[in-house]
């Protein structure tokens, strides 16, 4: 009887090494007025090791920001975004109506809204040693 326990713990440890690893897709978090909201990905790649993952963007940031529920914000309110696995890089893109693009100065992974009214798309482009990221979202400033 002790040899079939044993032999069955030598199965279940070897069984359990054998496992695949298991990779978590780093998520990012935007936080407006005390909510916190997840940002639509539109890109990513990582390769860390002998694991390699990707998704390749099939939308543009517009169609990727109307899958985002719109955030409501006011005129010069704060904004702060949170991204895992502590990204080596992060650059925001604000993106107007008339498709142009502006650069936001972010410290602290925080950025203040437009003081023009008007509905924007944010684009978080984030990168790590192992990988990159595009992040989406949105929001309508009253």
Known sequence: ?????????????LTGCN????????EGKVTLDKSEYIMNIGEFKWKEHDFETSKIRTSD??????????LEGDKGEELSFEI??????????????????DSIEVKDNKF???????????????????????????????
């Open 1 to 13: 009887m002790k040899r079939i326990i044993f032999l069955m713990l030598i199965v279940i440890m």
């Open 19 to 26: 496992a695949a690893p298991t990779f978590i897709q780093p």
């Open 61 to 70: 940031n517009y169609e990727l920001a109307g899958e985002f529920s719109t």
């Open 84 to 101: 895992d696995q502590y990204p080596t890089s992060i650059i925001v893109n604000k993106w107007n109506t008339d498709l142009t693009s």
């Open 112 to 142: 203040t809204l437009p003081l023009e009214g008007g509905y924007y798309i944010y684009e978080v482009i984030v990168e790590w040693p192992q990988g990159k990221a595009i992040y989406i979202f949105d929001v309508d400033v009253k």
